[in-house]
């Protein structure tokens, strides 16, 4: 092919910007992305930058001399809306259309909001401007209520108290984390919230969030109510596909995919948050939102796109940071019948995830050498079904 086009430059895209290269590509390679600057390190948004442990500044993936030996064109602030399939062109907010020869889509996601969350001032984090209003409302705020206590939602919990503000985490499921990782595990998890200083308020949904005179009315679905004069949401993403939509890809909670990072239409492929792929290792569809499979996710597409066979068959990883602890999941549990639980207290632990006596996912706090056993345990457990 002779011109690559790239949208979206998070992990994903960026690293199949350079892997193209790397890989003998010698023709074009554009890499665009809506947001205002170049590829950054949206994992820190919830950590470090909003404990405000470095300059407002996002922190860039590489620096612009690499894209320049690279030769990618990076191009920022352009947002993809549309898709022509039979000119092979890329509809830009800019009024142009981009041609390709082969098209990667790398959009990731967009927090999604139900409803009864939408109501004007609710902040949420996905992108570097988020980081500034959400600073500036952890610094200020007497009260702030967090909505989901999921891992982002935790981060940002953690953050809040780092910066002694009094904060209330309120979360559907009976613990925070209990879907993922179970009620044993999500007991410690909750524990690790207390214990930093976090109220933890579990069980019941938000119904309803009013905005009053000097702040925030949040309702319970148990017939509670709080009231914050900060109120951020960390609920979940929904892949961000809605341009699209009258595409002829296929769309199923994000582009589907095959092994190969294929799409419906010949020359385009898809990889990261936004696509729903077959995993071989699985031999299942799945479609992950973390970091790490999305940048490796990135580097199998390009190879595809070159025609090198390359089927995306990770084991997923992920980590999170809760309260100054690292927390660490690989594998892929939708189901289990046992948890080991291994430590005492809510910093360190082990549990490993078993289902018909066979370990299919581990969860660590702390513990980076017994989180590395478990990792390659489980790659060797599941690598039969994972061509290289
Ligand atoms: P994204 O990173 O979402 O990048 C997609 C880019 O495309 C964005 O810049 C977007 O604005 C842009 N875009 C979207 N639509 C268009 C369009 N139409 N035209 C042009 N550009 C477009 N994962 C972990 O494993 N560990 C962590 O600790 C962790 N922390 C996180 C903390 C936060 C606050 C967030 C939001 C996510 C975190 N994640 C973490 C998840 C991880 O960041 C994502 O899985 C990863 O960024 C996905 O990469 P991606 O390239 O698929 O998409």
Redesign the pocket.
Known sequence: PERIVI???????QRCALALRRLGHAGAIDL????PTAPYD??L??KDALRGEHEPEPVPLASAQAYAEAGVAVHVG???TGLDADARTVALDNGRALPYDRLVI????RPSLPPALRCDGVLT???AADVAPLRDALVRARHLVVIGGGF?GG?IASAAVALAAPVTLVEAAEQPLAPVLGGAVAERVTALHRAAGVEVRCGTAVSAVRRERDGFRVDLADGGELRADAVVAGVGMAP?VD?LADSPLTLDDGIVTDEHCRTALTDVLAA???ARWHNPRYGRSMRI????T?ARH?EAAAANALGIDTPFAPLPF????QHGVVVRYAGHAPEWDAVELDGEGPHEWVARYLHDGRLVAACVAGRPRDFAAARRELDQLTKEHAPT
């Not at 790398?106 to 996601?109: D, V, Y």
């Not at 992920?318 to 940071?321: D, G, K, P, R, V």
């Open positions: 949208v979206g430059g998070g992990p994903a895209g665009l992305g809506d947001e949206r994992t948004l919830s352009v947002r993809a790398a959009t990731g996601g984090v996905r992108t982002i981060e961000a341009w990261g948050d936004c939102e973390h970091w790490d999305a990135g992920f980590w999170s940071e």
